[in-house]
């Protein structure tokens, strides 16, 4: 991506109205201002080492880019088989580039947003959404998990706590032991930051006791702190192979691969989030209680998390009264 150097460089504007103590300040704030979530930062960091990559490969610019290079890097990467979201997150990089150094993105060209449009049509698919399991399926998987090693306590609490929360693979990774506060009706955990709440302010969530405990999150999550014995750092931490506990926060990589080890190599990750909204809603909850749990905006969002396989699904045929 640009660097604040070349931010400063194209800035000309800025660095004369600014005084002069002052610029590599509002430098560095515009440029945190234009980056976005820590994943979308390291998404967008590899796409645009690929496509400079490719630019040096056919000895054309990157910064500022043609029309005519972007339209042939994304024309090869639809004819490689690119999904249209990873084509279109690769042109997002490279107008980020752009907006970090000051110079106008090429992707506002006309001719490349109906090359887009005809890609998108041509590819004919849209985002593959990571698909939600079923809450039986769930407890059995839970229930199966082996607790006499510490592994199976954190893989326990961390699943139970990104279903009950909603969570983002990214706000697992981040939780800290600060975040947590328990009391007799729960657990409220406190996010110092996520994909929607990017300025720090404090967003919270409720996890709630399950009767049984071997279902329970809270419960569970008390057990695998014990065995971390500390008040303070990262909830989940990598393990060496003889279940020795590291120091190192757990990846949003790895997340996924549990997720995967236990429910199925057809889900992921977010598979956590997108089953809470799906059973929330079918269990008769309204969009503002997901919302309230989830953080999303809109009621559009809820909708488009729920995963509803089945036309008898959530189908208000069967209240009819008939």
């Given at each position: 991506m640009a660097t604040k150097s070349q931010l400063s460089v194209a800035s000309s504007t800025t660095a004369v109205q600014v005084p002069a103590h002052l610029v590599e300040s509002t430098s560095r704030y515009v440029e945190s201002g234009l980056r976005g979530a820590a994943?979308?930062?390291?998404?967008?960091?590899?796409?645009?080492k690929r496509f400079t990559t490719w630019c040096q490969l056919h000895q054309l610019a990157s910064l500022p880019t043609p029309v005519e290079a972007l339209a042939g890097f994304l024309t090869e990467l639809a004819d490689t088989g690119k999904k249209f979201a990873t084509i279109e997150r690769h042109a997002a990089a490279i107008?980020?580039?752009?907006?970090?150094?000051?110079?106008e993105s090429p992707t506002a060209d006309k001719k490349t947003k109906v090359l887009l449009k005809g890609i998108a049509r041509e590819i004919k698919t849209r985002q593959k959404q990571a698909p939600a399991f079923t809450l039986d399926n769930f407890k059995r998987t839970i229930r199966s998990i082996d607790v006499s090693v510490p592994a199976g306590l954190r893989n326990r609490a961390l699943l139970l706590l990104g279903f009950t929360g909603a969570f983002r693979r990214s706000e697992l990774e981040a939780l800290n032991i600060e975040d947590l506060a328990f009391d007799e009706d729960g657990l409220v955990v406190t996010l110092q930051q996520s994909k929607t709440n990017q300025l720090g302010q404090a967003e919270e969530k409720a996890i709630f006791y399950s009767p049984d405990s071997a279902l329970c999150p809270i419960r569970s999550l008390q057990a695998w702190l014990k065995v971390l014995s500390r008040t303070e750092g990262p909830v989940f931490v990598s393990m060496r192979k003889n279940n020795?506990?590291?120091?190192r926060r757990m990846t949003t990589k790895y997340t996924n691969l549990i997720v995967q080890q236990y429910l199925g190599s057809q889900f992921t990750a977010h598979s956590l989030r997108a089953s809470f909204v799906t059973v929330s809603k079918l269990n008769g909850a309204d969009d503002s209680k997901v919302m309230n749990q989830t953080k999303h905006k809109t009621s559009a969002m809820i909708r488009r998390y729920t995963r509803l396989d089945n036309v008898r699904q959530h189908n208000s045929a069967k209240e009819l009264g008939l």
């Amino acid at each position: 991506m640009a660097t604040k150097s070349q931010l400063s460089v194209a800035s000309s504007t800025t660095a004369v109205q600014v005084p002069a103590h002052l610029v590599e300040s509002t430098s560095r704030y515009v440029e945190s201002g234009l980056r976005g979530a820590a994943n979308t930062v390291r998404a967008y960091a590899g796409d645009w080492k690929r496509f400079t990559t490719w630019c040096q490969l056919h000895q054309l610019a990157s910064l500022p880019t043609p029309v005519e290079a972007l339209a042939g890097f994304l024309t090869e990467l639809a004819d490689t088989g690119k999904k249209f979201a990873t084509i279109e997150r690769h042109a997002a990089a490279i107008k980020k580039a752009h907006e970090l150094a000051g110079l106008e993105s090429p992707t506002a060209d006309k001719k490349t947003k109906v090359l887009l449009k005809g890609i998108a049509r041509e590819i004919k698919t849209r985002q593959k959404q990571a698909p939600a399991f079923t809450l039986d399926n769930f407890k059995r998987t839970i229930r199966s998990i082996d607790v006499s090693v510490p592994a199976g306590l954190r893989n326990r609490a961390l699943l139970l706590l990104g279903f009950t929360g909603a969570f983002r693979r990214s706000e697992l990774e981040a939780l800290n032991i600060e975040d947590l506060a328990f009391d007799e009706d729960g657990l409220v955990v406190t996010l110092q930051q996520s994909k929607t709440n990017q300025l720090g302010q404090a967003e919270e969530k409720a996890i709630f006791y399950s009767p049984d405990s071997a279902l329970c999150p809270i419960r569970s999550l008390q057990a695998w702190l014990k065995v971390l014995s500390r008040t303070e750092g990262p909830v989940f931490v990598s393990m060496r192979k003889n279940n020795q506990l590291t120091t190192r926060r757990m990846t949003t990589k790895y997340t996924n691969l549990i997720v995967q080890q236990y429910l199925g190599s057809q889900f992921t990750a977010h598979s956590l989030r997108a089953s809470f909204v799906t059973v929330s809603k079918l269990n008769g909850a309204d969009d503002s209680k997901v919302m309230n749990q989830t953080k999303h905006k809109t009621s559009a969002m809820i909708r488009r998390y729920t995963r509803l396989d089945n036309v008898r699904q959530h189908n208000s045929a069967k209240e009819l009264g008939l």
